[in-house]
């Protein structure tokens, strides 16, 4: 079974700098995309970075700004670092990934995190 394990979240100052993290678990072939996605209370989850497993990173406007994303193939890891946090950035932040679990598997499916909730406040 795949599990996906988000970690690193938590209250911060306005300003303030977090690193999350992203475990990938269970029988997998190949790990393709890896991304992060936030939500917040009543609104959709909404895409805020992503990485293929080449390292591009996706969309072309998160290649510049506060938010780094990165990963570790080996480890079947992804990390997002976020730098100069605003209050309008508390969310609960889920990893995504497309996993392929067998090489039969010609893409691979869609595979979700239980979130971690980032907090931006004074």
């Known amino acids: 079974q795949v599990q996906l394990e988000e970690s690193g979240g938590g209250l911060v100052q306005p300003g303030g700098s977090l690193r999350l993290s992203c475990a990938v678990s269970g029988s997998i072939f190949r790990v393709n995309d890896m991304a992060w996605y936030r939500q917040t209370s009543g609104m959709q989850r909404d895409l805020v970075v992503g990485?293929?497993?080449?390292?591009?990173?996706y969309p072309v406007e998160a290649r510049k700004g506060r938010f780094t994303i990165s990963r570790d193939n080996a480890e079947n890891t992804v990390f997002l670092q976020l730098n100069s946090l605003k209050p309008e950035d508390t969310a609960v932040y889920y990893c995504?990934?497309?996993?392929?679990?067998?090489?039969?598997?010609?893409?691979?499916?869609?595979?979700w995190g239980r979130g971690t909730l980032v907090t931006v406040s004074t």
């Open positions: 995504y990934a497309k996993i392929q679990t067998t090489w039969r598997d010609s893409y691979g499916a869609d595979y």
């Open positions: 990485i293929d497993r080449h390292g591009s990173i």
